[in-house]
């Protein structure tokens, strides 16, 4: 008989073995199956990613561009300024000679 009990020990232990072995592999299954579950969105991130770098590389661009238009302008603006100034000069002085022209 105690060939028998030492078999059935035997295979009690390995049956508890198995038991936990089974444990042990659907806990790893669930963790993967999180660990998929986690990695899943990440694609879509970063393309979501990629579209806000793109976005902020034009926001930079158009800041960039409008800054440079902003300088094109004053500096239109500084010349058309001046031609008035010249222009408001000659005015002046041709009324000034008009009045001497007159006086004489």
Same mark, same amino acid.
């Given at each position: @008989? $105690?060939?028998?009990?030492? $078999? !059935?020990? &035997?295979?009690?232990?390995?049956?508890?073995?198995? /038991?936990?072995?089974?444990? +042990?592999?659907?806990?790893?299954?669930?963790? %993967? +199956?999180? @660990?998929?579950? *986690?990695?899943?969105?990440?694609? !879509?991130?970063? #393309?979501?990613?990629? !579209?806000?770098?793109? #976005?902020?590389?034009?926001?930079?661009? *158009? =800041?960039?561009? $409008? %800054?440079?238009?902003?300088?094109? &302008? !004053? %500096?239109?603006?500084?010349?058309? &300024? /001046? /031609?008035?100034? /010249?222009?408001?000069?000659?005015?002046?002085?041709?009324?000034?000679?008009?009045? +001497?022209?007159?006086? =004489?």
């Amino acid at each position: @008989m $105690s060939g028998q009990s030492s $078999s !059935k020990d &035997i295979d009690r232990k390995i049956g508890v073995v198995i /038991e936990h072995m089974n444990d +042990q592999f659907e806990r790893v299954l669930e963790a %993967v +199956q999180s @660990m998929t579950e *986690t990695i899943k969105p990440l694609p !879509k991130m970063g #393309e979501r990613i990629e !579209k806000i770098e793109r #976005e902020v590389k034009l926001i930079g661009l *158009t =800041a960039y561009s $409008s %800054v440079h238009n902003i300088e094109v &302008i !004053k %500096v239109r603006s500084e010349k058309i &300024i /001046e /031609e008035l100034n /010249e222009i408001k000069d000659s005015l002046v002085n041709h009324k000034q000679r008009i009045k +001497q022209l007159e006086t =004489a």
